[in-house]
Antibody
C-alpha cells in the first residue's frame, strides 16, 4: 500500500532554511506515471501548492516561491526533499507531501508535518 | 494564475439536508481539470472528486460534482454526520496549481 511520510525539523529560525523529506513506501518513486509534490497549509488557512518533482529531477515550482525553493529526488532512498531558504514567520505551516498521477490531482497525501519559523 | 473563489465560506446545515458548494475560477479551467477535497481537523485533505464530476475511489454516491469552464459545484445530496468538514476545490489545468479558500460545512 502506497504511503508517504514527511520528516524534518519542527522548528526553524528566521532567515534559515527549511528542509523536509518525504519517504515513499509501497511504490517506486521512479514509476514513470507519478509526480511528487509538496503542499503547505498555514494554521487556520487554506492550501498552497509549493512544487512538484518527477523522478528524473525535473521540477515545477510555484512562481511565488521559486527564488527560495529547491525540490529534489533521491531515487536510491525512494525519497524526495524540499528546501525553502530565507524563511520568515509567514512560512509557518503544515507541510504535506503528495502524489499525483500524470495530469491528475493529488490522490495520495502524507499525514503532514508542522514546521514553525521562530527564534 | 487561476484564482479559485469558493462560496459560501461557511454552510450551516443539519444532517439529512442537501449541501451545495460553489467554486468559481478567474479563467476557464480547460479539460474540466477541477478537483474537490475534503479535510477534517488534524487530517490531510482527501480527494473526493476529479475531472469536475468523477468520484474518487470509495467516495459515496451522495457526493456529486458538476460544472465546466469557470463555474463548478459540489453537491452532497443528504448530509451524513461524517460529511461535516472543510471542502476545497483545486484546478490542475495549469501551473501554478491552485486551491480555493475552502467552504466549511458545519452542523446547524
Amino acid at each position: 500500500q502506497l504511503q508517504l511520510q514527511e520528516s524534518g525539523p519542527g522548528l526553524v529560525k528566521p532567515s534559515g532554511t527549511l528542509s523536509l523529506t518525504c519517504s515513499v513506501s509501497g511504490v517506486s518513486i521512479t514509476n514513470t506515471h507519478y509526480y511528487w509534490a509538496w503542499i503547505r497549509q498555514p494554521p487556520g488557512e487554506g492550501l498552497e501548492w509549493i512544487g512538484t518533482v518527477y523522478y528524473t529531477g525535473r521540477t515545477y515550482y510555484n512562481p511565488s516561491l521559486t527564488s527560495r525553493l529547491s525540490i529534489s529526488v533521491d531515487t536510491s532512498k525512494n525519497q524526495f526533499s524540499l528546501n525553502l531558504s530565507s524563511v520568515t514567520a509567514s512560512d509557518t505551516a503544515v507541510f504535506y507531501c503528495a502524489r499525483h498521477y500524470g495530469d491528475d490531482p493529488f490522490d495520495i497525501w502524507g499525514q503532514g508535518t508542522m514546521v514553525t519559523v521562530s527564534s | 494564475e487561476i484564482v479559485l473563489t469558493q462560496s459560501p465560506g461557511t454552510l450551516s446545515l443539519s444532517p439529512g439536508e442537501r449541501a451545495t458548494l460553489s467554486c468559481r475560477a478567474s479563467q476557464s479551467v480547460s479539460r474540466s481539470y477541477l478537483a474537490w477535497y475534503q479535510q477534517k481537523p488534524g487530517q490531510a485533505p482527501r480527494l473526493f472528486i476529479y475531472g469536475a464530476s468523477s468520484r474518487a475511489t470509495g467516495i459515496p454516491d451522495r457526493f456529486s460534482g458538476s460544472g465546466s469552464g469557470t463555474d463548478f459545484t459540489l453537491t452532497i445530496s443528504r448530509l451524513e454526520p461524517e460529511d461535516f468538514a472543510v471542502y476545497y476545490c483545486q484546478q490542475y489545468d495549469t501551473t501554478p496549481l491552485t486551491f480555493g479558500g475552502g467552504t466549511r460545512v458545519d452542523i446547524k
